[in-house]
C-alpha cells in the first residue's frame, strides 16, 4: 500500500493525534524546566517540520503533513479558528473595568511603559526597514507601526502566571500591573488592528479609510453598547439555558460574529474575537467555570495545535539571524523597562517596584507570536523577522518569572506537592501514637534532609511534645526547623487504623504529613502547613488519600485537587 | 461589494458563528419543550439549509455556505473531527467493567434486547432492501447488517439523563439498564465498524478479511492491553503533567490516533474514537471534572454545529416517505420492547419494570444520528432512509422519558427554580419576624396558588407555630402543604438585616423560601427543602443570594450552582 495513497481523513487525525501529543509532551518538558510551554510547542513542530523530520525523513513529513489537498485545508481553517478562539480566551482576561477604576499610577505605568516602546519601535521600524526584514515593497509607515505595536504588547497569562507564582497577584502591586498591561494589550491591539486595515489593498477590499473608521466605530460600539448588552444578557442566559452549555454556545458565537465582521472590515478574525473576550469577561456575571472551560479546551488543544504549527511551516534554522534576533531584543526590553521605570518614577513608586513591574510587563508570550504570524501571512514581515518576534517572546517571557523574584527578593510560594518524593511517601504506616509515627518516618525524611536520623526525629519530637500538630479530621503535621536545610522536605505517612495525636477533635489521625523546613526560612513552614490544611479540608480528598496505593496516586491527588 | 467576494475567512467564521447561534438557540427551544435538544439542533439546520433558507433566499444561503472553496472543505473537516470527539464523549460514558460486573437480569435483558431488534431489522433489510431505500447496487447482506445494527443500539446519554430526572439512576434498575445499554452499544457498534469494513471497496483498501481482522484484533487489544495500559497511565499523568491540560490532551491525542487507525483500516474514524472514549472512562483514575469537561465542549460546541450541518445537507422535507418512516419506526419500537420484556421475563422481572427499561432503552438518540449520517456518506443507504432513520431516533428519544414515568407511575425529581416566578421573588423583605415574613410573603404565594391569602398565610403560620423552619446558617423554609393545589407553588424573600425565625444556631434568616405543595403530594416538600438545603449550603451561595439583585440573577444562582 502506497504512503501517498492515505485517506485524507487518515492524514487528518493522524497529524492531529502525532501533532498534538508531542506538542504537549515537549511543552510539559518545558515546563518541568520552568520555561513557558508554547516554547515545547513550537519546538515540537520544529522537530515534525521541514527543520528536523523534513530533512531525516522528507516523505514521512509529506504522508503527515501534506502541502495541499483536503488535510491541508482543513488545518489551514483550523489553525485560523484556534489563534481567533485563543484570543477570545486572552481578551477574557482582560478586566476592562478594574483598567477603568485604576488610578494615577496605573495611567502612567501604562502610558509610559506603552509609549517608550511604542517610539522606540517606530524609529527603528522608520529608519531601518530592511534590517529587521521587511518586504520590499512594503509601506514605510504600515512597517514602523506595526513594529512599534508588536513591542508594545504584553503577555497577560505569562504575567498572572508569574504573579501568581510569587504570590502577588492580589497584592497593589499586581493589581497594578495587570491593569497597566490590560491597558497596553487593549491599545496595542488597536494600533495593530488599524495596521491591518491600512494594508488590506485586496480587491473588493474596503478603502483604508473605511476600515479605520470601521475599526474604532467597532470598538467603541462593542466597548460601550456591547458591554452593556452582554452584561445584561448573561444572569438571562444562566437562568433560561442549558448550563454551562448556553454560556460556552454564547461565547463562541459572539466570538466567530465579531472575528467575521473583523475579518470583513479588513483587519483579521483574532482582533474581533479578542474584543468579543473583552466584553465577555468584562461583566461581573461570567463565571469563574465558564471562563476556566474556555481557557482549559483553548490552553490544552486548539494552542499547541497552532504552535506547533508554526514550526511546521517556517524552517525556524534557516532564518535565524542573530543581528536581527539581538536587535529586536534590545529594543524590546530597553523600551518597555525604561518606560516602566520612567512610569513609575512620575508616580513616585520606589525603584525597587518600578523595575519589578518593567521586567513583569516585558514579557511577550504567545500572543505576540501569533501577531507575528499574522503580519507574516499578510506579508508585512519576512520569515527573519517573524522568528526574531518568536524568539523575543520566548525570551521576555522566560526572563519575567526569575527577575522579578530576584528583584524583589521573594521566594515562590511552597507546595507541599513540590516536596514529595516517592522516597518519603509510606503507604501504610504501622505506628500507633504519634511518637511512633514520627519515629517511622524519620529516617526517610532525614535520607531526604542529608541529616542523622536522631537529629530529625528528637526536633519533630521536641515540637510534638509542646502541643499536638493535629489539624483535626484525621490530618496531623509533625514539623520541626532545622539549621542548614538546603530545601523543605515532605514526608507523608498514611494509616488505616488511625493514630492517636492528641487531636482536639479526639479523631486519630490517618494522614500524617511530616514537615520539616530550613531554621532562617519564615515562610515555609506555614505556607506547607497551610497547604496541607487547604487540600485536605473537604472530607472526599482525605477519603480519597486512604484510597492511595502507590506514591503516583497520592501526588495525582494533589497535583489534580480532585478525588473522583 | 459583490457577496461572492467574501474572503473565505469571513465566510468560515460567519458559517461558525451563525450556525452556533441558531443551533443553541433551537437546542434551548426544543428543551423547553422537554424534547431533546438535538431535534432543535437539526431544526436549525434545516431552517439555514436548502429547505427553507435555500427556497426563501438561494443567495444567502450559497454565501453563508459555499458548496466547495476553502470554507467549504474546513467544515466538511471540522464535522468528521466533531462526530469523532462526539464519540469520544459517548464511549467514556460507557462503564466496562460495570457491564462485566452485571449479573444475570443484565445478561439476560442485554442479549434479548439485542438480540430481537437485531434479528427483526436483519430479517427487513434482507426481505425488502429497496422499501428501506438501500442503494440498489448495494450488497444485500451488508445492508441487511447495516440495519440490524442502526436499530440494535441504544442512546446512552438519553436514558442516563431521563433515569437522572426520575431519581432511577442509582436504584437497581437503573443500573441493570445502563449496564444493558452499553454492552448493546459495544456490539452495535462493532456490527457496525465490520460492515463498514465489508463495504470499504476503495482503491488502496485492505482486503474485507484483514479488515475484519485487524477491527476484532483492535477491540480485542484495547479493551484487554489497552484498558491496562490506560489505568496505569492516567494517574502518572496527574502527577507529573499540568492539570487538567495533560489529561485532556492524552484523551484527544488518543481519540485522534484510534481514529486515525480504524480510518486505515477500513472502517470510520468514530469508531476508533468510541473505544478509546470507552477504554479511558473505564479507569476509576479518571476524574470526573475531565469526564466533564470533555462533555462540555463536544455536546455545545461540536455537536450542534455537526447536527446543524445534516440540515444543510440533507432536503429533509423532499426525503421524507411516510411509509419508510413508519416501517422504520415500527420494526424498531417492536424489536427493542419485545426483547426487553422477554429478557425481564426470563430474569423473573416484574413485567412493569422490563416494560420500563423497554422504554428505556428504546431510545436511540444522536448516536443513531451518527451512524446514519456515516453510512449515507458511505454510499450504504439513501436519503429517504437516513431521514427514517433520524426521525426514528428522535422519536424513541422523545418517547422514552414520558412513557417510563407513566408506566412506572414516578414524578420526576421537583426543583426550586422549576416553581419560583419573577411574581413570587421579593428583592427585600421589610419583616423583621417570622410572623410579619410569612404575611409579606402570602400575597405573592396565594396569588400563584390561586387560594385566598388568609388561606395560605394561616397554614403557614399553623405550620411555624408547630416549630421553626430555620434550617440553620441564614435560611428558612415556611411551608404549608394545602389541598387543591395543581403544582408546588415557591416563594422567596431576601431579608438584608434578617428575620428572626427562631434558628437552632440563633442566626436571623436573610434568605426565605416559602413552600406551598399539594396535600396528597407526599414527596414534594421533602424534595423541595432538600433542594433548597442542597443548593445554599455553600457560604457563597449564601452571599451571592444577597447580591441578587433581580429575579434574572437569582434564578441565574439556583440554574448554575456557581456563586462566582
Known sequence: MSAVALHPNVVLFLALGVTLAAARALGEIARGFRQPAVLGEILAGIVLGPTVLGALLPGGMQVLFPAAGPAAQFLSGFHTVAIALFLLGAGMEVNFSSVVRQ?????????????????????????????????????????????????????????????????????????????????????????????????????????????????????????????????????????????????????????????????????????????????????????????????????????????????????????????????????AIAGKLLGCRLGGWLARMPARDSWAIGFAMNSRGAVEIILATVALQAGLIRERLFVALVVMALVTSMMSGPLMQWVLRRPTARRVADFLGARTFRHRVA??????????????????????????????????????????????????????????????????????????????????????????????????????????SRAEMRQAAQRAETFTQFLALLRTGQAV
Open 431 to 536: 505506628a500507633r501514637t504519634a511518637e511512633e509515627a514520627i519515629a517511622e518516618l524519620a529516617p526517610a525524611a532525614a535520607e531526604a534532609a542529608g541529616l542523622p536520623v536522631p537529629v530529625v526525629r528528637d526536633a519533630v519530637q521536641a515540637r510534638e511534645l509542646l502541643m499536638s500538630t493535629a489539624l483535626g479530621n484525621g490530618v496531623a503535621v509533625p514539623h520541626a526547623r532545622l539549621p542548614g536545610l538546603a530545601r523543605p522536605v515532605v514526608c507523608v505517612g498514611l494509616s488505616g487504623s488511625g493514630v492517636e495525636f492528641d487531636a482536639a477533635d479526639r479523631q486519630p489521625a490517618h494522614l500524617i504529613v511530616l514537615l520539616l523546613t530550613a531554621q532562617d526560612d519564615e515562610g515555609a513552614q506555614l505556607e506547607l502547613i497551610a497547604d496541607v490544611a487547604r487540600i485536605f
Open 103 to 331: 488610578g494615577r499610577a496605573a495611567i502612567s505605568i501604562s502610558v509610559l511603559g506603552l509609549v517608550a516602546p511604542f517610539a522606540l519601535g517606530f524609529a527603528a521600524g522608520w529608519l531601518a526597514p530592511p534590517l529587521f526584514g521587511a518586504e520590499p515593497d512594503s509601506s514605510r509607515l504600515v512597517f514602523a507601526l506595526f513594529f512599534a505595536a508588536a513591542l508594545s504588547i504584553s503577555a497577560l497569562p505569562v504575567i498572572v502566571k508569574t504573579l501568581m507564582d510569587l504570590n502577588l497577584l492580589r497584592t497593589d502591586l499586581g493589581v497594578l500591573v495587570v491593569a497597566a498591561a490590560m491597558f497596553q494589550d487593549l491599545v496595542g491591539w488597536l494600533v495593530f488592528a488599524l495596521v491591518l486595515g491600512l494594508m488590506s489593498t485586496a480587491p473588493g477590499a474596503l478603502a483604508v479609510g473605511e476600515t479605520v473608521l470601521l475599526t474604532l466605530g467597532f470598538v467603541a460600539a462593542m466597548l460601550t453598547a456591547g458591554r452593556w448588552v452582554v452584561h445584561r444578557t448573561l444572569p438571562w442566559i444562566h437562568a433560561y439555558t442549558a448550563w454551562p452549555g448556553g454560556v460556552l454556545a454564547f461565547s463562541f458565537s459572539l466570538a466567530f460574529l465579531c472575528a467575521a465582521f473583523t475579518e470583513w472590515i479588513g483587519i483579521h478574525a483574532i482582533f474581533g474575537a479578542f474584543i468579543a473576550g473583552v466584553v465577555i469577561g468584562d461583566s461581573t456575571h461570567l463565571r469563574e467555570q465558564t471562563r476556566a472551560t474556555i481557557d482549559q479546551f483553548v490552553s490544552n488543544i486548539f494552542a499547541p495545535l497552532f504552535f506547533a504549527s508554526l514550526g511546521l511551516r517556517v524552517d525556524f534554522l534557516a532564518s535565524f539571524h542573530p543581528a536581527v534576533v539581538l536587535a529586536v531584543l534590545g529594543i
